[in-house]
């Protein structure tokens, strides 16, 4: 059987700092989701078209840029409107600044604004699922928002029970394992004891290689 194609795709983890300690937003996908159904993700999904023409507000940092580019025909731009369209669409929260001309469908008079985005996972599918993505996942303070970070009324129905998770308790969700991995490393980085370059499941060839980019 042909296997499936690879999509790029990208997902952002949103980290809100608590007297408990530091949340991600987490949601849940629905029981008829061809892909993870039912499980816990963050908010995210596959690259559209329409992403490659919306400007930005500000120039992504040169780091994370730089890791986006590297094994990678997409521009790192690209990557980081769908992710920000993603979160906006999913959960109703936007990172964004005013902006003129700006064709961000659905947010009139506001531009992605990706200047607080790091860049701090990347995985591919491997062979054999029904969907096969290059997922970057991007980490975000949620000091950035533009909204409440509580209200979720305008969010679209692709997640379920929306809610702030705190870190240390996230694990116990039903989720993926690549999820799983991406919360470790979000936890390094929160405790800044995360190792130097961006780490890569890639599994685009026959056998799986992990490295850092």
Partial sequence: MTDRPIRDAATIILLRDTN???????????AGAAFMPNKYVFPGGAVDAGDADVPLAAPLSNTTRAALAA?????????AAAALRELAEETG???AASG???PWP??????????QLRFIFRAITPPGRPRRFDARFFLAPATALLTDPDDFSRAEDELGHLHWVPLAEARALD?????????????????G?????????DNSGE???FHRL
Avoid at 175 to 191: G, H, R
Avoid at 193 to 201: E, L, M, R, S, V
């Fill in 20 to 30: 408990s300690g530091p949340s991600v937003l987490m949601g849940q996908r629905g």
């Fill in 71 to 79: 094994n990678s025909t997409t521009k790192p731009e690209t990557l």
């Fill in 93 to 95: 929260q936007i990172i």
């Fill in 100 to 102: 003129t001309g700006c």
């Fill in 106 to 115: 659905g947010f009139e008079g506001l531009c992605p604004d990706p200047s």
């Fill in 175 to 191: 989720m993926p394992f690549i999820t799983e991995v991406v919360l470790a490393e979000t936890a390094a980085v929160a405790a």
């Fill in 193 to 201: 004891t995360d190792a130097p370059g961006t780490p890569f499941f």
């Fill in 207 to 209: 056998t799986s290689v």
